[in-house]
């Protein structure tokens, strides 16, 4: 018989049993819901709501279920309604009438708004941990190629000179700010619905305080109405997850790239990689494919949650049932795609040569043979024109700007000595770009530095 038996006459339908069930997705939460659980049994004895006695009895069969469930010797209910339901209708089971306390003051909403919390407040710490760790990662990696030269790309052309550190370290740049806002939500979220009831609070002279600072919460939540009907955590954190994913997913785009023939700047690690099952050439970079494709599940999360809650009328609503497979599978995803990511980077094969053959093709240098006139005192908009009337020269000869010779340069204009050779070579337009945020070794060493004191590196 259902718990609320006495209103009902009828068993519920078994297809509506079915629908109405979340069990299959929520039973992840049990150690939480126990957790809950527990808190709430303390805080009833302390209060006088119930006797000690029943309060230890609660606790110690609680941590019994616990026990049982972790070691395996509990399985889940799959016709229980959810997982709230089913950790008391099994305390009842094993207590009797005392099992029965438990409930009192308390709502399966207050439940599962806490719940949900503290579930996602553990994910947060794990998903912070490999997102440092790929930061971690990023900087080894960074430490080995400050002098690594490769193009620097706008609209996927060759651009202007930079180093595989200074790339490197652009996203972590990112990974830190997507650091920043899981911390900031991990603190936003971190308020205790339990003691909202199932939305106007209760009668007993309950302790929030208590509770909430039993289950590590920094206060109860104001408001009982916005106790169990808040989702919003569940929206930042689908949101942070997304820029997390759209991140992975342009540094994804980029190694597909980068492992093409066509680029050939990195090798992916034999077991990085797969094999095509007709063409025994290929080795493809389904990892980063994954990724990417994944990042687009992870946006559909979100604009699940997001919509999901925005017809609904204070407080609870049924359809908040479906906040929790949208944010497990952008949870999970996220996990799942920097678990593999991490490995994949930390492996593969960064081929020095072919950046720096790419970087002396395609005139990266030539922003730099213009800024050479504009030291010998041309006005930019000058040199820039002779510049590029010099790339058109090289193109339709077959030259680069290293290999046109003096005469050329000097029948443009008698400013042109024999040191724009110098002027122009990667490594002084590399070396040249000095500037606090730039490509030079010495600023991407004063980068590097800072990233490690933010990281906790050394
Ligand atoms: N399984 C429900 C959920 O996930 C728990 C809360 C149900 N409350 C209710 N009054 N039906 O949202």
Redesign the pocket.
């Known amino acids: 018989m259902a718990l609320w038996a006495g209103r009902f006459s009828k068993e519920i339908d078994a297809g509506v049993n079915a629908f109405n069930s ?1 069990i299959a997705f ?1 039973a992840r939460m049990y150690r939480h819901d126990i957790q809950g659980s527990i808190a709430h049994a303390t805080m009833l004895g302390d209060c006088g709501i119930i006797t000690k006695e029943d309060s230890q009895t609660l606790i110690a069969g609680l941590q019994e279920i616990l026990a049982d469930i972790d070691a395996g010797r509990l399985e889940f209910d799959p016709n229980a ?2 997982i ?1 339901m089913f950790i008391e209708a099994e305390l009842t089971k094993r207590l009797g009438d005392v099992g029965k306390r438990l409930h009192t003051s308390r ?3 207050d ?2 708004a806490l719940d949900l919390r503290l579930y996602l407040r553990d994910e947060i710490a794990e998903i912070r941990t490999l997102v440092e760790t790929l930061c971690k990662a990023l900087v080894k990696l960074a430490e080995q190629h400050t002098e690594t030269v490769l193009p620097g790309y706008t609209h996927l052309q060759r651009a202007q000179p930079v180093t595989f550190a200074h790339h490197l370290l652009a996203y972590v740049q990112m990974f830190l700010r997507d650091l920043g806002r899981l911390d900031d939500t991990a603190k936003r979220m971190n308020e205790c619905p339990l003691g909202s009831g ?1 939305l106007a609070g209760t009668t007993y002279h309950i302790d929030r305080q208590q509770t909430a600072q039993l289950l590590g919460f920094d206060a109860p939540m104001a408001n009982s109405l916005d106790g169990v009907s808040d989702r919003d955590y569940c929206i930042e954190l689908a949101n942070n997850l997304s820029i997390i994913m759209m991140h992975l997913s342009r540094f994804s785009e980029e190694i597909i790239l980068w492992c093409s023939w066509e680029f050939k700047f990195i090798e992916l690690d034999d077991a990085f990689a797969t094999g095509s099952s007709i063409m025994p050439q290929k080795k493809n970079p389904d990892i980063t494919e994954l990724i990417r494709g994944k990042t687009g599940r992870v946006y559909g999360d979100l604009m699940t949650l997001l919509t999901m809650m925005k017809g609904l009328p204070l407080a ?1 609503n ?1 359809d ?2 479906e906040d ?1 497979e949208a944010i497990f599978d952008a949870v999970d995803n996220v996990k799942l795609c920097l678990e593999t990511f991490i490995p994949m980077l930390e492996t593969m094969r960064v081929l020095k040569e072919n950046m720096r053959a790419a970087a002396a093709k395609g005139f990266i240098n030539a922003t730099d043979c213009a800024d050479y006139l504009v030291k010998k005192g041309m006005p930019f908009r000058d040199a820039y024109k002779i510049s590029g009337t010099l790339v058109a020269q090289c193109i339709e000869q077959g030259l680069t700007l290293e290999t046109l010779p003096l005469e050329a340069y000097q029948k443009m204009t008698p400013l042109f000595t024999e040191d724009v050779y110098e002027a122009i070579s990667l490594e002084t337009c590399v070396k040249g770009r000095v500037s606090e945020g730039g490509p030079s070794p010495a600023a991407v060493a004063k980068q590097l530095a800072l990233v490690k004191a933010k990281l906790g590196m050394e």
Request: aromatic content about 6%; proline content about 0%.
């Open positions: 979340s929520d309604e959810d709230h709502s399966r909403n439940q599962v199932a609870y049924k908040m049932q929790k």
